[in-house]
């Protein structure tokens, strides 16, 4: 009886691989089964080109990936399978005007599936379906006039992070310390959270969600993904702590209605009266969290590689900064008139996301059959636009790999060339408070420092977002008072 069991038992199972494989040829063969589908290569079943893909990252050019298909098939525009999902890459402005314009109209945003496992919504909403709520929640709290305010306590955030990270230090590493920056002014203008220990309580587990993220989505004990998925409940559960606190506060007239976007979601309403439950403004917070973090740390730590890459583009900076720190009185705050004489340093940091752009990309998913340069986008196709189509190109940018700030004069790059925050509905909705942050942290650096980078050629390598392989390691040289 029992090899008879054993013989159907392995029978079952070549059966149900036979069946799933055929499934998984059939679908990749139908992919192709469309008429004038874009040129290019689906790759195998599955897996597709999504390893050469990242491999160019990882070595520090993921823009050749991209250059290599647009050369090889005389196209802005061609086909590919990324992360198991057939997908066609639109390039250069007229791509990235194409998607940002049609975004819920012929697209959609698109996220993978473990994504929503990292971050599951309480309302069992999509990942999509959650961005959509907060796109239409943080413009109140983010526009300009409304982040006017806070530049103050930037401020004061910045002059204790270099107080206590920088000061009385020969070498740092500049990544951590940046990330420690963005980190702890999120958790201070999203949550009003100032205690570096309750601060600190949430940066190793928030460092854990931010690396499973971008790992491969297995849920086995010790991967990174499930790592990623521990850290995402454990923060979940501290900031329900924090929201129930300050509903109570905010009931007891000891917290303030303004005084951060928490207490904004509190209580703030939908057109129906209908206000958002705890486990809802955690999912948002969590999201804001990791959005208001590491594409800014990225930001400021390439700003320090560049300044110590560029001594006359350092003086300029350090020249427009002091002009400000004379004209303050002792312990008097920066504030939005010091932010907008910063329009040098500004330009600065543009250029450096322009060369090494924090937001590589983004994903879409094409909600019917549409036709872009005159091939077919099937219903279903996800589709990528690459901020180096176009930030690396010399046809929009002449001599794309010389840093000169000087592209930004004026009415600086066409429209959709330069794209570090996307664009169109789905532009980031955080770009005034990324460029309050960034400006702030570049004022109190150069005022305090000059610094020489320890590694010359140290690697850039991009998983998701670029960083240096070694952190970037600097020399410090403060200047003398």
Not at 169 to 190: G, I
Not at 255 to 271: F, K, Y
Request: with cysteine; glycine share 6%.
């Amino acid at each position: 009886m029992e090899p008879l069991f054993l013989t159907l038992l392995l029978a079952l199972f070549v059966s149900s691989v036979t069946v799933s494989l055929f499934l998984v040829f059939y679908n990749h063969r139908s992919q192709n089964s469309y008429p004038n589908l874009p040129p290019g290569n689906l790759g195998l079943p599955y897996v597709g080109e999504s390893f050469e893909f990242f491999s160019n990252g990882w070595k520090g050019h993921p823009e050749k990936f991209i250059f290599d298909r647009i050369a090889k098939y005389s196209s802005q525009v061609f086909k590919t399978n990324l992360l198991g999902e057939p997908a066609a890459v639109l390039c250069g402005a007229a791509g990235n005007k194409f998607l940002f314009s049609n975004e819920n109209k012929l697209v959609v945003a698109w996220w993978p599936d473990s994504v929503n496992k990292i971050f599951p919504s309480s309302l069992q909403t999509s990942s999509k379906e959650e961005a959509k709520k907060m796109r239409k929640l943080l413009p109140l709290f983010m526009k300009p006039e409304a982040l006017q305010r806070y530049i103050g306590i930037m401020d004061t955030v910045a002059q204790r992070h270099f107080a206590s990270g920088w000061e009385n230090k020969e070498q740092v590493l500049v990544f951590p310390l940046a990330k420690n920056y963005t980190f702890s002014l999120a958790c201070r203008l999203f949550l009003s959270l100032d205690d570096p220990s309750h601060v600190a309580r949430f940066s190793d587990p928030f460092q854990l969600l931010a690396a499973g993220i971008i790992s491969i989505p297995i849920d086995l004990p010790g991967t990174p993904f499930h790592r990623g998925i521990k850290a995402s409940n454990f923060i979940r559960t501290e900031l329900l702590a924090i929201i129930r606190q300050r509903n109570k506060d905010l009931a007891e007239g000891k917290a303030s209605p303004t005084q951060d976007i928490l207490s904004h979601m509190l209580l703030t309403c939908d057109e129906n009266g209908k206000c958002m439950n705890e486990l809802d403004i955690a999912d948002k917070i969590l999201g804001l969290l990791v959005g208001g973090h590491d594409t800014a740390s990225g930001a400021c730590t390439f700003i320090v590689k560049y300044l110590a890459e560029l001594p006359h583009i350092y003086e300029e900076v350090y020249k427009e900064q002091m002009e400000i720190a004379k004209s303050k009185t002792p312990g008097e705050l920066l504030n939005w008139g010091d932010i907008q004489k910063m329009k040098y340093s500004w330009n600065v940091a543009c250029e450096v996301m322009r060369i090494s752009p924090p937001l590589q990309g983004g994903f879409r998913e094409a909600l019917n059959d549409f036709t872009f340069n005159g091939f077919t986008i099937p219903k279903g196709w996800k589709l990528y636009w690459s901020a180096n189509s176009t930030h690396k190109n010399a046809v929009y940018f002449p001599e794309p790999e010389k840093f000169d700030p000087a592209r930004f004069e004026g009415n600086g790059p066409a429209p959709y060339t330069f794209v570090p925050f996307g664009g169109g509905p789905r532009m980031c909705p955080g770009k005034e408070y990324a460029r309050l942050e960034i400006l702030v942290f570049m004022h109190n650096l150069v005022k305090r420092f000059k610094f020489d980078k320890l590694i010359q050629d140290e690697k850039i390598v991009v998983n998701p977002l670029p960083i240096p392989e070694k952190g970037l390691p600097v020399r410090l040289h403060p200047h003398k008072a």
